[in-house]
């Protein structure tokens, strides 16, 4: 999209960082310092996370021994509703500080103990987790050699994210990719029983892409499951109605809630991202940058149905990117094409000899259309106002 408009460049915490130090103390320090300071930083977020877990770990582990001991008392002696009751009462009066150990969450103990006998794994058949949008590197790593399943750690998210999981999604296939996908996303509780009501997992590595024919086998594979269709945008308000730009201003001014859509990884570089080709001027709607792909993302959003041409100008914008924004040491620029709707086969043909790697998927504001539909007046009611005026 060209716009005679000023590109808008995002600036993060980091970069600021970078500028103090460049102007305050950039000079006496040693070259090497940079580096040394990133090694020492990822070392403490890694033992954070450890420790995070090591808690986790250790609450779920009592929390499934509770609920193993309520259910082998109620199968070997018969114990009841009111034995469980008591002992909540008695825990309470016991432990007064923690709020874990209420009748309800004692049933939910007793269920978890039940889900998962094989704690502290959930426990899947090859057959079944091959069929749900599990990256392939990850998979791979939960091969157990010679067996026919994989065991996925419990302890990767919460007890409130188990006994919200539990319920909302009972094949277990699907329960093991959102406990990894929680996981590798970072999602709160809401966040992820917010995900599986919007079918993320259908949605997950669905995008219409050319990345095994243009990246190296892991690029590819990372590629794939990054990329998802369709998007929700049902964020964005009354942005159904609106155009292009007006749909990509309010993704940005939405910001947080966009690169949650995005995914975990994206970071946001800019809106109307100016190139100059040759003296002439080029604005791209969204420039992103991926973390873990280690590329940019040269993002197109298109307010109506997918038509071949489009591809063309979008592989325009990555060679620009990779001519004059990309560094040595990141990866191939990748672009992905958002459209209203798209047919799948024009998009798959329109890929054919593509040399770049680029992906089509489409977003979904239809929730908006019904909201709106639903606030103008009927053909009824429309009908019913004109015989009373023609009365008057």
Not at 81 to 101: I, N, W
Not at 189 to 194: A, C, E, Y
Not at 287 to 300: A, Q
Not at 367 to 372: M, Y
Request: glycine residues 6%.
């Amino acid at each position: 999209m060209a716009e005679n408009n000023k590109g808008e460049k995002g600036v993060s915490s980091s970069n600021i960082f970078h500028a103090v130090i460049g102007k305050s103390e950039a000079g006496s320090l040693p070259d090497g310092y940079e580096l040394w300071r990133k090694e020492i930083i990822a070392l403490i977020e890694q033992a954070k996370y450890k420790a995070a877990l090591s808690v986790n770990s250790e609450l779920l582990s009592l929390y499934w021994k509770i609920g193993t001991d309520i259910i082998k008392k109620q199968k070997e002696q018969g114990w009841g509703t009111q034995v469980v009751e008591q002992l909540a009462k008695d825990l309470s009066v016991r432990f007064p500080d923690d709020r874990g150990y209420s009748a309800r969450n004692l049933w939910n103990m007793k269920r978890f103990a039940h889900e998962y006998p094989d704690f502290p794994f959930l426990q899947v058949l090859l057959a079944e987790i091959q069929n749900v949008p599990i990256l392939q590197v990850a998979l791979a790593e939960l091969k157990e050699a010679g067996k026919d399943y994989v065991q996925v750690p419990l302890a990767q998210i919460t007890w409130y994210h188990h006994i919200s999981l539990i319920p909302k999604v009972k094949e277990v296939g699907q329960r093991a990719f959102y406990i990894m996908a929680t996981a590798q996303e970072g999602w709160s509780r809401d966040v992820m029983l917010m995900q599986i009501d919007n079918g993320y997992i259908e949605a997950k590595g669905k995008s219409i892409n050319n990345f095994s024919a243009t990246l190296p086998p892991v690029q590819s594979d990372l590629a794939r499951y990054t990329f998802k269709d369709p998007y929700n945008f049902s964020f964005l308000g009354t942005v159904a109605l609106q155009n292009e730009l007006d749909i990509e201003k309010k993704l940005t001014e939405k910001v947080t809630d966009f690169l949650l859509e995005m995914g975990k990884g994206f970071s946001f570089v800019g809106r109307q991202y100016h190139l100059s080709v040759d003296g002439d001027d080029y604005y791209i709607d969204i420039l992103m940058y991926h973390l873990k792909l280690h590329c940019y993302v040269v993002v197109e959003l298109k307010a109506v149905e997918f038509i071949p041409e489009f591809v063309s100008k979008l592989n325009f914008y990555i060679s620009a990117v990779d001519e004059y924004v990309k560094a040595p040491e990141d990866k191939p620029t990748i672009g992905l094409l958002l459209c209203r709707t798209k047919s799948d086969t024009k998009a798959r043909f329109a890929l054919r000899g593509i040399t770049q790697p680029l992906g089509i998927a489409q977003y979904e504001t239809e929730k908006l259309f019904a909201d709106v539909a639903s606030s103008l007046p009927q053909i009824e009611e429309l009908e019913d106002n004109m015989e009373k005026e023609n009365e008057r």
